[in-house]
């Protein structure tokens, strides 16, 4: 992957918001999508455990005209398959999803490809295999994920953060009041679900979101 390319993805990563039917107060992905976008959001990944793959298809082709209109970067949670049907810009994959090296076999760059990580050693393998970006958590508890695992706190990230070749989107307990310890802790960005898919008032809760993570992209020189 190009520096320029790197440098690019970056700033896709500043806010990405999960989509989520149970965390949403009853909102359609799309609405969530929406006011997240209007808020400032700079990637939707669109989540559901549950959904069959005839709406998941529907769901990411609705929100895929939204997040180009937005200049923002679609990503679906865990299906390539549906990604790539619905148009999006990429896909995020976990430990238990498709591998990353097949996944990128089957759908080149420029499509983004994001992997779960939770150490260095994660991280790096997942550049090696084509990854672009590390979704690295969770950084602090969180009730959004069941098997999320022992939080790896803000030293945890900065561990991976130092050492990993791909950009690095924090991930996990992250609201506005904790997102700048991400960002000086080495994350590029941050991603949320209940903090934003899950506030009373969507749209002001990713510009605050938005907000802490430009000012602390700022303080530490980044873009």
Request: hydrophobic content about 50%; some cysteine; aromatic content about 2%.
């Amino acid at each position: 992957m190009t520096t320029s390319r790197t440098d690019a993805l970056r700033q896709t990563l500043r806010l990405m918001v999960l989509t989520d039917r149970t965390a949403g107060r009853g909102r359609t992905h799309e609405e969530q999508a929406r006011l997240a976008l209007r808020g400032g959001a700079t990637a939707v990944q669109l989540r559901d455990k549950q959904a069959d793959d005839a709406d998941l298809v529907a769901w990411a082709a609705a929100l895929s005209p939204a997040a180009a209109r937005a200049g923002a970067l679609l990503l679906v949670n865990d299906r390539l398959d549906v990604a790539r049907l619905a148009g999006a810009g990429g896909c995020h994959l976990g430990p238990e999803d498709l591998p990353v090296a097949e996944a990128r076999r089957l759908w080149p760059r420029p499509a983004v490809l994001g992997f779960s990580a939770g150490t260095p050693g994660e991280a790096r393998a997942a550049a090696e295999a084509g990854a672009d970006y590390v979704g690295v958590g969770p950084v602090f508890a969180t009730g959004s994920k069941a098997d999320a695992g022992k939080p790896l706190g803000l030293q945890g990230l900065a561990q991976v953060a130092a050492t990993s070749p791909l950009p690095v989107v924090a991930i996990g307990g992250i609201d506005a009041a904790r997102a700048g310890a991400c960002i000086r802790a080495g994350a590029c960005g941050v991603a949320v679900l209940s903090a934003v898919a899950g506030a009373a008032s969507v749209a002001p809760a990713a510009r605050a979101l938005r907000r802490a993570v430009d000012a602390a992209l700022a303080g530490a020189g980044g873009p």
